[in-house]
């Protein structure tokens, strides 16, 4: 079954960094690769989607880099704000088009901006 | 436009007793799916369901049962339940359009005592 890893140690960052997040997973290589951010006590909300066959994704402030050789994606927020402290959740969509899989997910990391 | 909405938003049940999680997605999402969150996990996959149909289940007891509706809202069902089914349990859905991802409810927190 796939495994993905985070690294589920709190991340804290100074206000204005970047802020970078790893996702690495073993096996086969999913479809599609999603992250999705959580606030405490609420459910995941989605922000970027990157395909297999894709290397990178810009949205405002963030980026997501796919790496399908190293299995792994990278999650960037520049200019990161207080704002942005959560939890991020890296999820596979493993898809194969006959059935649904769901959605695969790590444990999160607990991003910290500190003012 | 209402986002995904599930009821009730907390929950309290004895062991060995049965519980019924009601989900209603975003208007036009004719998929919804469930998923179970244990505290410091990630949510994991117990049904998706298109069109009334089952389309995929996770790795979880007989237990556990679902239903699609005509309207596309969708109960999740639990009985016999045990202390480790406490958790928020999480209700998606999503449209055709797989580039828009999941929306998420805020879910349901169920405690079993």
């Known amino acids: 079954s796939q495994k993905i890893e985070q690294n589920s140690e709190a991340l804290n960052i100074q206000e204005g960094k970047t802020a970078t997040l790893t996702c690495n997973y073993t096996?086969?290589?999913?479809?599609?690769l999603q992250w999705y951010r959580q606030d405490p006590g609420r459910g995941p909300v989605f922000l970027l989607l990157?395909?297999?066959?894709?290397k990178e994704k810009r949205k405002e402030r963030l980026k997501v880099t796919f790496d399908t050789t190293l299995k792994q994606s990278l999650f960037h927020i520049t200019a990161s704000q207080p704002a942005d402290s959560a939890t991020y959740l890296c999820?596979?969509?493993?898809?194969?088009?006959?059935?649904?899989?769901?959605?695969?997910f790590g444990k999160g990391t607990h991003l910290i901006i500190q003012p | 436009d209402a986002g995904v909405t599930q009821s009730p938003t907390h929950l309290i049940k004895t062991r060995g007793q049965h519980v019924t999680l009601r989900c209603s997605p975003i208007s036009g999402h004719k998929s919804v799916s469930w998923y179970q969150q244990v505290l410091g996990q990630g949510p994991q996959f117990i049904f998706q369901y298109y069109e009334k149909e089952e389309r995929g289940r996770g790795n979880f007891p007989d237990r556990f049962s679902a239903r699609q509706f005509p309207n596309y809202s969708s109960e999740l069902n639990v009985n016999a339940l045990l202390l480790g089914d406490s958790a928020l349990y999480l209700c998606a859905s999503s449209g055709t359009d797989r580039n828009y991802g999941y929306t998420f409810g805020s879910g349901t927190r169920l405690t079993v005592v």
């Open positions: 096996n086969y290589s999913p479809a599609y």
């Open positions: 999820a596979l969509d493993i898809y194969s088009g006959g059935g649904a899989d769901g959605l695969t």
């Open positions: 990157i395909r297999e066959n894709e």
